[in-house]
């Protein structure tokens, strides 16, 4: 295909009539059931919206509580990346919506999505992120990722990343690594256009920051990225993370 030509599909692609599409939120869910309600509850006063709840083999009450709101569950291998792009595979909705099992979304974020996608060259969208705890360090935490967030145009996982069901077929979807998925997936978007940072904030659990210290685990997030982009490998970096080997830095 010529280069004309692969601009004006893309163009088709960004440009698609989305006023009254179908939003479908994907959830990936490993042993959620502290937090898997409220998210779930966000999700509640919204129209035109499927929710789909992809578990990876919880052994709690994760599948049963998301059930109890009549939502779309299904099981996938585990692994964020695996999950998500399981929900993808199966969604209805012309609009994408990727939240955490531990994030909230706020009021009216259907109207926002659909009226963020529709301006031109948008490709993809997230929110700012409010974190769900009193500390002001977190203030802090917050602001810098707002600022990376709009003026890089590198928003994360845990800020409900969506975009519409073309775009993600054809960037292919998340990368399905162990780590940094959400990082090699903006990349690829960031590419093809915009990615618009709507102002209002999700809402996201502090147990991370608090589990680890904030400051620590800002440093750990920090040191993972600049490991990416040495070339070490993410199932490494993964290891790290996960064996809190990283806390020697």
């Not at 940094?180 to 209002?200: A, S, Y």
């Not at 147990?207 to 982009?229: C, E, H, M, P």
């Not at 070490?232 to 993370?241: A, E, H, K, L, V």
Request: contains cysteine; charged residues 20%; positive net charge.
């Amino acid at each position: 295909m010529t280069k004309f030509g692969e601009t004006h599909q893309l163009s088709e692609i960004i440009t698609q009539n989305i006023a009254t599409a179908i939003i479908s939120i994907i959830i990936p869910t490993l042993n959620e059931a502290e937090n898997i309600k409220a998210a779930l509850t966000s999700t509640q006063l919204s129209n035109h919206i499927e929710i789909i709840v992809v578990d990876g083999g919880s052994q709690d009450e994760t599948v049963n509580i998301a059930e109890s709101f009549g939502v779309k569950v299904i099981s996938a291998a585990a692994g964020r990346a695996k999950q998500m792009n399981a929900g993808a595979a199966v969604a209805s909705g012309e609009i994408l919506l990727f939240l955490h099992a531990d994030t909230c979304l706020p009021l009216g974020f259907d109207v926002m999505v659909r009226q963020a996608l529709a301006q031109p060259g948008v490709v993809a969208g997230a929110f700012a992120l409010r974190i769900g705890a009193e500390q002001p360090s977190l203030r802090v935490v917050e602001w810098g990722v707002n600022v990376r967030s709009r003026f890089l145009q590198m928003p994360y996982g845990d800020q409900a990343i969506f975009l519409t069901k073309k775009i993600f077929n054809h960037v292919g979807g998340f990368p399905e690594l162990p780590i940094m998925e959400d990082f090699e997936f903006m990349l690829h978007l960031r590419n093809l256009g915009k990615i618009t940072l709507i102002p209002v904030p999700v809402i996201t659990s502090a147990r991370r920051w608090l589990k680890k210290g904030i400051w620590q685990t800002t440093l750990i997030n920090q040191i993972v990225i600049i490991a990416y982009f040495l070339g070490i490998s993410p199932q490494r970096i993964r290891s790290w993370y996960r064996q809190e080997k990283l806390k020697r830095f």
